[in-house]
């Protein structure tokens, strides 16, 4: 029989999880998938970024044109989240302990589904895929049908701030590498819907 001060504690966990529910999503908030909306305006594309990698941890996402690259958001696993930007050619940055890259055509009004997924190795332990909408491998089905739609907050806008000098570094570091590449991954104009 449990004494009533281990109820009152795991009365308090259990409140404490549900208020607290945002401290794992990093500082981004959770937004109903109702208030969700995947098609972009006319004059604009939108890209859904997913973490559908096994491996956990927190992954961080920017877009790289113009000056100074923008940050996107964070993203945990079994999150996504809604990027609107500019048609055309533009590049994202995914980074964990290092970072990796993905090119992209984008067309306006169009929608498009990219996977943050396991990396190859240790050096490259996230990367960024484009999803088809024929894409049937289970781990991106199983994101599509249930992963937690999410937002910035200041918070998550705040922490990019904080670790500018080392998102920028891991930049520096690793773009080399990735662009030296023959087959790099692209995002294509007609991966869209």
Sequence with gaps: MMTRARVGCAVLVVVGLAVGGC????????????????????????????????RGGTTSLFELRGSPDRFIGLLVTDTRLVHLTAPGRTRFMVIGRHASFLDAELEAGKT?????????????PFVLRPVTPADARPIIQHCVASCAWVENTEKSE???????????RKKEHDLPKWESRANRPMLKAADGR
Excluded: N
Aim: negative net charge; proline residues 9%; hydrophobic residues 45%.
């Design 112 to 124: 498009y589904d990219v996977a943050v997924l396991d990396g190859p190795d240790v050096d490259e």
């Design 158 to 168: 705040e922490w990019a701030r904080r670790q500018w000098t080392s998102i920028q």
């Design 23 to 54: 401290v794992p999503l990093r500082g981004m908030r959770q937004v109903p998938a109702e208030r969700v909306g995947v098609k972009p305006p006319a004059d604009q594309a939108a890209i859904v970024f997913m973490h559908a990698a096994r």
